[in-house]
């Protein structure tokens, strides 16, 4: 198999890139060429797809399947689309569940109302430039598109920092706040399961829309935050705290205390999403200890978190210490 992957430096790019070489697939990264690195043996072109024949380094290859992990503008989206239309043979676009229109409700599926966007589009929130390039995909490609609509992704690599936060915080060891109740179920994918599955999935022709994300319950928060403390072997204590209690305190849930999201809260769909799809097309998803406990050992080689490449920094992860502590006191 022939993979094109554009970008291929990043989280999720990466981890398509890392699962081709493990195939034995011939790989193509297309990127800038200003961040990160790829594996030995990838074939690597340069161009700015942003830019005016920023996509000339594509012309005149010819690639089995081309996966895109792009949240930029839709227009963007499109033009690659259309220069690839008639040298790859089907196309992968890693999208999310934010472009559904409520995301508070519980069982949302792949027919679920989406935010109104346009493939043409130069700007727009989060939510409208994901669901824009997937109808920008989808106009070019047609049955020939597989559009993955990923919810969170965990796992070695991860540059936001959430898993990792959580990591960090066990190993400094002592009284630590963990977001009640234990057992909240808490819903996620594996990049490597992601990638595994999208790889899968092209080389076979499928198309198609799909909640690309593990079971709801695929863990609780209890299991989570176990398996890091199991992970970091740290002398870590997690005192367990209503969820109304941290609410009042003005704590942020997903932004304070990372991954969490409390019953109710008006993101909580995004946590609970119906996968009867994807799972009926054979993704598959490893124990969270596994996912833990690699990306502990993946974060004490490189050290720190790495910048998301190509792309603006996100805002801080994690509950400030002294923060932490005043709740925990009282």
């Known amino acids: 198999m022939r993979l094109l992957v554009l970008g291929g430096t990043g989280f999720v790019g990466g981890a398509m890139v890392t699962e081709g070489v493990r195939r034995g697939w011939s790989v193509t990264v297309f990127n800038r060429g200003l961040h990160g690195v790829v594996p030995p043996g990838v074939h690597r072109l340069r161009g700015d797809r942003t830019a005016p024949d920023g996509l000339a380094a594509l012309a005149g290859g010819g690639w089995d399947l081309v996966v895109d992990t792009w949240d930029g503008a839709p227009r963007a989206a499109r033009d690659a689309a259309r220069v690839l239309a008639d040298v790859v043979g089907h196309y992968g676009y890693v999208s999310s569940g934010s472009v559904y229109t ?10 679920s109302p989406v935010v109104d966007a346009d493939a043409d589009s130069v700007d727009g929130d989060y939510p409208q430039l994901k669901a824009g390039a997937e109808r920008a995909v989808r ?22 920092g959430r898993l990792p936060w959580w990591l960090r915080r066990i190993e400094r060891g002592g009284d630590v706040l963990a977001p009640g109740p234990a057992d909240l179920p808490v819903q996620y994918v594996d990049v490597r399961d992601l990638a595994g599955w999208m790889l899968d999935a092209g080389a076979r022709r499928l198309g198609g829309t799909f909640n690309a994300i593990g079971r709801p319950a695929q863990t609780t928060m209890g299991e989570l935050l176990d398996a890091c403390v199991a992970a970091t072997g740290a002398d ?34 995004l946590l609970e999403q119906d996968v009867t799809r994807v799972l009926a097309a054979g993704l598959t998803c490893r124990p969270v200890t596994e996912t833990v406990a690699d990306t502990w050992r993946w974060l004490r080689e490189v050290g720190a978190v790495p910048p998301r490449a190509g792309r603006p920094q996100r805002s801080s992860i994690g509950l400030d210490p002294t923060r932490e ?5 009282a």
Request: hydrophobic content about 45%; aromatic content about 8%; overall charge negative.
């Open 102 to 111: 409520d995301h508070s409700t519980v069982g949302l599926h792949e027919d």
């Open 139 to 160: 106009e070019v490609f047609g049955d020939r598109a597989l559009v993955a609509r990923a919810g969170l992704i965990l796992g070695p690599g991860e540059d936001i």
């Open 236 to 269: 870590a204590r997690l005192r367990w705290t209503d969820p109304t209690r941290i609410l009042a305190a003005g704590v942020q849930p997903w932004s304070d205390l990372p991954i969490w999201m409390p019953i109710g809260h008006p993101y909580r769909g």
């Open 325 to 329: 502590a005043a709740l925990l006191a």
